[in-house]
């Protein structure tokens, strides 16, 4: 069975930096791309930031370049989300996700096959 259990939100003022991180078990995710989404409050779930398993390749939402890096760990099992200078508009419940049999870092929901409970990050203005 495979589980995502993400970690490190909280509340923040604006500017603040956080850490997310997102444990993967029951299969290995080295070379299949996993990526981060999140859902701000009452708004439709979105994209934020991927990355490919092999390669490095990343993809990122445009408001996000520059401030947040994703990267991974693949002898952990593990994928990060550094997140700078957040603003109030990053608040949202974010979530990881990995894809089953691909290792193209989609922007796409449809294209994830394994997703976590989600972890809350919240940016005081």
């Known amino acids: 069975q495979v589980v995502l259990v993400e970690s490190g939100g909280g509340l923040v003022q604006a500017e603040a930096s956080l850490r997310l991180s997102c444990a993967a078990s029951?299969?290995?995710?080295?070379?299949?791309?996993m990526g981060w989404f999140r859902q701000p409050p009452g708004k439709e779930r979105e994209f934020v930031a991927a990355r490919s398993g092999t390669g490095g390749v990343t993809s990122y939402k445009d408001s996000v370049k520059g401030r947040f890096t994703i990267s991974r760990d693949n002898a952990k099992n593990t994928m990060y989300l550094e997140m700078n200078n957040l603003k109030p508009e990053d608040t949202a419940v974010y979530y990881c996700a990995a894809r089953r049999n691909y290792d193209f870092p989609s922007n796409k929901r449809a294209d994830y096959d394994y997703w976590g409970q989600g972890t809350q990050v919240t940016v005081s203005s």
């Open positions: 029951g299969r290995t995710f080295s070379r299949n791309a």
